[in-house]
């Protein structure tokens, strides 16, 4: 099959963003001391071995752990043909890039062996057949074939090899394709009812299906690509043959079969078993994204409160222009999706302008710019609000403009504008989870990578949403104890 | 400063030709008013006559359209005038007290002198304990001006005006916004000011006050001065139609 998660452009996009910004950071820390080129024999060498973030059952966390098929296989041939692995969760695409510069000596990421990769990669004998599977719900015993989805609706996912395979043969038997972006969503919606059917990759539905998401396959597997190991073109040929023997040794003494078992056949082998498992589990990842959902806020609003009180007084100022441009500078910021930004700042400006944007500065711009629209016209409306006569009083008593601003009009400004830079405050901290769009790793994102491995979806979003609440009830305590300690 | 046999005819404040519109609305047309040191003059009128628009411009917290004013020296009309300096000779008092909500009494009175680096806060503080005893307040330093009476709240508006110490008070209807039981209170804090040989000019609608208290009286019909003079003649024996007319509705 064509790679898996060819998704949305967006997301390829991010990917060579990443890797970009992973090359850079590489030629800063200098390059990697294992670089191994074409040496006689591998014994004792150490190899940087760059995979994927999150695809399960290939690669994933658990418990931290970087784990799965490929780590297993890698590991255990390592350990067979007596070299040392140094391995590199980068992210698909970003691991392609470090191959390409050298700064890996290898890939193993659930890629496919296709021709236009042969070309500029040197491949292992394949060492997983892939290929599509049909799955329902579990408890679904009236389709059992494709010929009981006459007038259905299936899922598959955007871009995969799933979705061509589904839609080649919808008309035949009269279904209607759906199209979706994750695994995780693809089962739940299965599940909910609103597809009777998913089409997915067999490896990860039979992963999922271990995990007990529910689902069950019902037909057999169409056979589709093969994945295999990969070095640069003509390089670390001692690496290659290495592979290729600790496979077919592995294969042949049963290692092979028990390490994809333990992922594609125990359903109790990975899965945290209840709830309560899941939670100590899923802590550590959440707690991570719940720091950079406070810390990308925190920053922002910030960041928010200087550009809303410099355009808050330029839309009360009498100059026009100034004024002109704070309206626009609002009207543009308010008028538009926050989400929109963030794929203007991370994808758009570094096309635009050949500068390297980090998802951080992506983030914190989107959500300051945001933010900076409202909390002006909080500024603008807080300074409003002050009886006009206070402003009078004070500069009739001799103070300059400036002085009677910052002693009499502002703080009673801020004290009417309190409640709403709160409700602004909760506003952007919830509106920080749509970033995950572009792959920061906030609270809600965390959530998303939790259950695109465990296929655990509502007991993981419940977790995420009881953290983001009483986050959110905590900040607006703190802030209204702020508020009555210094707006008696 | 002139000679001293001549400081009763030095004019503190000079009005010539001026007027002021909003827009197309004219609201002053022309005033001519002289002030001298020391005198005290009441402006009356039917409202929207444009008292308060005058008082306003006397320390340009209106901009003037044409003509000329020149406060205590300074030519207010001067584009190059330093108006905030102007100001600090030029207290005004309002009808809706305009304190400042989240500063306790003295820190209203001591604003200005502190921040204006005239005094160090502790002069300031001083200060405003000062001029709280002279309206009768000194007990009042630390509270908020939320729990004041109108009628306490007028006199530390008055006692903040007096900080810079100014050689001129502005009032605008100064006691209108007061219950009647508390009017009094604030005339006789205005009245003992009016005895120091305070420069004073006050708008009012209290006709018995106007009478007891001003050396001239000023009366403002339709943007231009109607009719002016003693408190004696102008009440006793108006030459003016129209100050007649205006007389008999309220009195
Ligand atoms: N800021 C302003 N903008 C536009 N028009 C104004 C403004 N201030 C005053 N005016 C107008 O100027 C005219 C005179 O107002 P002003 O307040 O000076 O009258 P007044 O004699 O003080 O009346 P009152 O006895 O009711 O206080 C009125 O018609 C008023 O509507
Ligand atoms: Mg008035």
Redesign the pocket.
Known sequence: MEKKRTAAPTGRLARWIAAAAIGLMALVVGAPSAVAQGSESVEGQTYVIGTDTTFAPFEFRQNGELTGIDMDLLRAIAEDQGFEVEIRSLGFNAALAALSSNQVDGVIAGMSITDERKEIYDFSEPYFESGVQMAVAAGNDEITGYEDLEGKTVVAKTGAEGESYAKSIAEEYGFEVKSLDQSATMYESVKAGSAVAVFDDYPVLAYGIAQGNGLKTVTDKVPGGSYGFAVNKGENTALLAAFNDGLAELKANGEYQQILDSYLADPTAAAPSNFFDLLVKSIPALMTGLWHTLLVTAISFAIAMALGLVFGFMKISGNIVLRGIATTFVNIFRGTPLLLWAFMFYFGLPQLTGWEISVWTAGVLTLSLNAGAYVAEIVRGGIQSVDPGQLEASRSLGLGYGKSMQKVVIPQAFKMMTPSLINQLIISLKDSSLLLAIGFTELLYQGQQIYAANFRVTETLLIVGIIYFIAIMALTKLANYADRRFNK | MSTVTEQSSNVKIQVKDLH?S??S?N??KGIDMDVREGEVVCVI????????????CLNKL?DITSGKVVVDGFDVTDPKVDINEVRRHVGMVF?HFNLFPHMSVAENIMLAPVELKKMSKAEGRERALELLERVGLREKANARPASLSGGQKQRVAIARALAMAPGIMLF??AT?ALDPEMVGEVLQVIKELADTGMTMVL?T?EMGFAREVADRVVF?AD?VVCEQGAPEQLFGNPQQARTQDFLSKVL
């Open positions: 002021k909003f827009g609305n609201v002053l009128g039917p409202s929207g006559s444009g008292k308060s628009t005058l008082l306003r209106e009808q605008d209807e209108s708008v609608h403002m943007g």
